[in-house]
T-cell receptor, first 113, second 111 residues
Framework: GAGVSQSPSNKVTEKGKDVELRCDPI?????LYWYRQSLGQGLEFLIY????????KSGLPSDRFSAERTGGSVSTLTIQRTQQEDSAVYLC???????????FGEGSRLTVL | EDKVVQSPLSLVVHEGDTVTLNCSYE??????LLWYKQEKKAPTFLFML????IEKKSGRLSSILDKKELFSILNITATQTGDSAVYLC???????????FGGGTRLMVKP
Protein backbone atom coordinates (compact mmCIF):
# COMPACT_ATOMS: atom_id res chain seq x y z
CA GLY A 1 0.00 0.00 0.00
CA ALA A 2 0.91 3.65 -0.13
CA GLY A 3 1.58 3.88 3.57
CA VAL A 4 1.48 1.91 6.79
CA SER A 5 -2.12 1.08 7.61
CA GLN A 6 -3.34 0.32 11.13
CA SER A 7 -6.69 -0.79 12.44
CA PRO A 8 -8.73 -0.09 14.40
CA SER A 9 -7.92 3.59 14.77
CA ASN A 10 -9.70 3.64 18.11
CA LYS A 11 -10.58 0.83 20.47
CA VAL A 12 -12.37 1.08 23.79
CA THR A 13 -12.48 -2.08 25.84
CA GLU A 14 -13.22 -3.26 29.34
CA LYS A 15 -10.53 -4.34 31.73
CA GLY A 16 -9.84 -8.05 31.36
CA LYS A 17 -10.83 -8.32 27.71
CA ASP A 18 -8.43 -9.32 24.92
CA VAL A 19 -7.71 -6.97 22.02
CA GLU A 20 -6.05 -7.37 18.63
CA LEU A 21 -4.42 -4.53 16.75
CA ARG A 22 -3.51 -4.89 13.09
CA CYS A 23 -0.72 -3.39 11.02
CA ASP A 24 -0.32 -3.57 7.25
CA PRO A 25 3.19 -2.30 6.37
CA ILE A 26 4.38 -0.67 3.19
CA UNK A 27 4.71 -3.25 0.44
CA UNK A 28 8.26 -4.54 0.17
CA UNK A 29 9.36 -3.37 3.60
CA UNK A 30 11.00 -6.26 5.41
CA UNK A 31 11.30 -4.64 8.83
CA LEU A 32 8.23 -4.03 11.00
CA TYR A 33 8.13 -2.44 14.44
CA TRP A 34 5.55 -1.93 17.15
CA TYR A 35 5.88 1.02 19.53
CA ARG A 36 3.64 2.28 22.30
CA GLN A 37 3.09 5.92 23.21
CA SER A 38 1.36 6.86 26.43
CA LEU A 39 -0.15 10.33 26.82
CA GLY A 40 2.57 12.98 26.72
CA GLN A 41 5.35 10.40 26.60
CA GLY A 42 7.91 9.34 24.03
CA LEU A 43 7.77 6.14 22.02
CA GLU A 44 8.41 2.88 23.82
CA PHE A 45 9.72 -0.01 21.72
CA LEU A 46 7.72 -3.23 21.94
CA ILE A 47 8.73 -5.71 19.25
CA TYR A 48 10.56 -5.92 15.92
CA UNK A 49 10.27 -8.28 12.95
CA UNK A 50 12.87 -8.58 10.20
CA UNK A 51 12.16 -10.94 7.33
CA UNK A 52 12.06 -14.56 8.43
CA UNK A 53 14.28 -14.02 11.46
CA UNK A 54 13.06 -14.60 14.98
CA UNK A 55 11.42 -11.41 16.26
CA UNK A 56 13.08 -9.20 18.87
CA LYS A 57 10.54 -9.26 21.71
CA SER A 58 12.73 -7.50 24.23
CA GLY A 59 10.38 -4.54 24.62
CA LEU A 60 7.18 -6.42 25.41
CA PRO A 61 6.15 -5.29 28.92
CA SER A 62 4.57 -8.57 30.03
CA ASP A 63 3.54 -12.01 28.81
CA ARG A 64 0.06 -10.63 28.16
CA PHE A 65 1.53 -9.01 25.05
CA SER A 66 2.30 -11.00 21.92
CA ALA A 67 2.67 -10.30 18.23
CA GLU A 68 2.93 -12.23 15.04
CA ARG A 69 3.65 -11.43 11.46
CA THR A 70 2.09 -13.67 8.88
CA GLY A 71 3.68 -14.20 5.48
CA GLY A 72 6.23 -11.50 6.15
CA SER A 73 3.61 -8.79 5.76
CA VAL A 74 0.64 -8.08 8.03
CA SER A 75 1.26 -8.07 11.77
CA THR A 76 -1.12 -8.46 14.68
CA LEU A 77 -0.38 -7.26 18.21
CA THR A 78 -2.48 -9.06 20.81
CA ILE A 79 -2.99 -7.88 24.37
CA GLN A 80 -4.65 -10.41 26.66
CA ARG A 81 -6.55 -9.57 29.83
CA THR A 82 -6.14 -5.85 29.25
CA GLN A 83 -5.34 -3.53 32.16
CA GLN A 84 -5.93 0.20 32.48
CA GLU A 85 -2.20 0.87 32.19
CA ASP A 86 -2.30 -0.64 28.71
CA SER A 87 -4.19 2.46 27.54
CA ALA A 88 -1.98 4.16 24.96
CA VAL A 89 -1.51 4.74 21.25
CA TYR A 90 0.06 1.72 19.61
CA LEU A 91 2.15 2.72 16.60
CA CYS A 92 3.35 0.41 13.89
CA UNK A 93 6.23 1.29 11.59
CA UNK A 94 8.00 -0.37 8.70
CA UNK A 95 11.26 0.22 6.89
CA UNK A 96 13.07 -1.12 3.89
CA UNK A 97 16.21 -1.82 5.87
CA UNK A 98 17.13 -1.84 9.54
CA UNK A 99 19.23 1.28 9.16
CA UNK A 100 16.83 3.46 7.28
CA UNK A 101 14.00 5.72 8.28
CA UNK A 102 10.89 4.24 9.78
CA UNK A 103 7.53 5.01 8.22
CA PHE A 104 4.81 5.15 10.85
CA GLY A 105 1.13 4.36 10.67
CA GLU A 106 -1.52 6.59 12.22
CA GLY A 107 -1.67 4.38 15.28
CA SER A 108 -4.39 2.56 17.21
CA ARG A 109 -5.62 4.39 20.29
CA LEU A 110 -6.51 1.86 22.98
CA THR A 111 -8.58 2.86 25.98
CA VAL A 112 -9.12 0.32 28.72
CA LEU A 113 -11.95 1.21 31.07
CA GLU B 1 20.83 0.52 27.76
CA ASP B 2 20.55 3.20 25.10
CA LYS B 3 19.24 6.54 26.32
CA VAL B 4 17.99 9.70 24.59
CA VAL B 5 17.21 12.95 26.42
CA GLN B 6 15.55 15.91 24.74
CA SER B 7 15.29 19.49 25.92
CA PRO B 8 13.40 21.62 26.48
CA LEU B 9 10.30 19.57 27.26
CA SER B 10 8.15 22.29 25.78
CA LEU B 11 8.58 25.62 24.12
CA VAL B 12 6.23 28.47 23.17
CA VAL B 13 7.37 31.01 20.59
CA HIS B 14 5.84 33.50 18.20
CA GLU B 15 5.81 33.28 14.44
CA GLY B 16 9.10 34.40 12.96
CA ASP B 17 11.19 33.32 15.93
CA THR B 18 14.10 30.90 15.58
CA VAL B 19 14.18 27.84 17.83
CA THR B 20 16.82 25.29 18.72
CA LEU B 21 15.85 21.87 20.01
CA ASN B 22 18.38 19.69 21.76
CA CYS B 23 18.96 15.96 21.84
CA SER B 24 21.66 14.20 23.84
CA TYR B 25 22.22 10.48 23.77
CA GLU B 26 24.08 7.54 25.21
CA UNK B 27 24.23 4.55 22.91
CA UNK B 28 26.40 1.50 22.52
CA UNK B 29 27.83 1.32 18.99
CA UNK B 30 26.10 4.38 17.56
CA UNK B 31 24.85 4.05 14.01
CA UNK B 32 22.52 6.98 13.31
CA LEU B 33 20.36 9.68 14.86
CA LEU B 34 16.98 10.56 13.44
CA TRP B 35 14.58 13.46 13.93
CA TYR B 36 10.82 13.10 13.53
CA LYS B 37 7.91 15.55 13.65
CA GLN B 38 4.67 14.36 15.27
CA GLU B 39 1.66 16.59 14.77
CA LYS B 40 -1.27 14.35 15.61
CA LYS B 41 -0.56 10.66 15.42
CA ALA B 42 2.04 9.38 12.96
CA PRO B 43 5.59 10.73 13.37
CA THR B 44 6.98 11.90 10.06
CA PHE B 45 10.64 11.67 9.17
CA LEU B 46 12.77 14.81 9.05
CA PHE B 47 16.46 13.93 9.07
CA MET B 48 18.88 11.08 9.54
CA LEU B 49 22.38 11.97 10.71
CA UNK B 50 25.35 9.65 10.76
CA UNK B 51 28.41 11.89 10.53
CA UNK B 52 29.60 14.66 12.81
CA UNK B 53 29.66 18.26 11.67
CA ILE B 54 27.68 17.83 8.46
CA GLU B 55 24.54 19.94 8.48
CA LYS B 56 21.41 18.55 6.95
CA LYS B 57 18.98 21.15 5.70
CA SER B 58 15.42 21.13 4.44
CA GLY B 59 13.84 24.51 3.94
CA ARG B 60 13.71 26.31 7.26
CA LEU B 61 14.80 23.22 9.20
CA SER B 62 18.36 22.12 9.72
CA SER B 63 20.14 19.67 11.97
CA ILE B 64 23.67 18.78 12.93
CA LEU B 65 25.29 15.99 14.91
CA ASP B 66 28.25 16.07 17.29
CA LYS B 67 29.43 12.50 17.88
CA LYS B 68 32.17 13.59 20.23
CA GLU B 69 29.85 15.40 22.62
CA LEU B 70 26.97 13.01 21.88
CA PHE B 71 24.29 15.46 20.93
CA SER B 72 22.32 16.84 18.05
CA ILE B 73 20.37 20.04 17.52
CA LEU B 74 17.39 20.78 15.33
CA ASN B 75 17.02 24.39 14.24
CA ILE B 76 13.88 25.94 12.86
CA THR B 77 14.15 29.47 11.49
CA ALA B 78 11.28 31.89 10.80
CA THR B 79 8.84 29.61 12.61
CA GLN B 80 5.26 29.29 11.41
CA THR B 81 2.14 28.05 13.20
CA GLY B 82 2.37 24.90 11.09
CA ASP B 83 5.62 24.06 12.85
CA SER B 84 3.66 23.41 16.05
CA ALA B 85 4.23 19.76 16.89
CA VAL B 86 6.17 17.36 19.07
CA TYR B 87 9.69 16.85 17.76
CA LEU B 88 11.17 13.45 18.48
CA CYS B 89 14.81 12.44 18.43
CA UNK B 90 15.84 8.79 18.14
CA UNK B 91 19.07 6.83 17.91
CA UNK B 92 19.88 3.57 16.20
CA UNK B 93 22.74 1.31 17.28
CA UNK B 94 24.65 -1.20 15.25
CA UNK B 95 22.35 -3.99 16.30
CA UNK B 96 19.89 -2.11 14.13
CA UNK B 97 16.84 -3.69 15.67
CA UNK B 98 15.09 -0.61 16.91
CA UNK B 99 15.13 3.12 17.40
CA UNK B 100 15.37 4.41 20.96
CA PHE B 101 13.29 7.58 21.24
CA GLY B 102 13.59 10.57 23.51
CA GLY B 103 10.57 12.01 25.27
CA GLY B 104 10.15 14.73 22.66
CA THR B 105 9.97 18.52 22.70
CA ARG B 106 6.53 20.04 22.33
CA LEU B 107 6.75 23.22 20.26
CA MET B 108 3.89 25.69 20.05
CA VAL B 109 4.17 28.58 17.61
CA LYS B 110 1.71 31.40 18.27
CA PRO B 111 0.54 33.78 15.55
Amino acid sequence: GAGVSQSPSNKVTEKGKDVELRCDPISGHTALYWYRQSLGQGLEFLIYFQGNSAPDKSGLPSDRFSAERTGGSVSTLTIQRTQQEDSAVYLCASSHTTTGELFFGEGSRLTVL
Amino acid sequence: EDKVVQSPLSLVVHEGDTVTLNCSYEVTNFRSLLWYKQEKKAPTFLFMLTSSGIEKKSGRLSSILDKKELFSILNITATQTGDSAVYLCAVNNNAGNMLTFGGGTRLMVKP
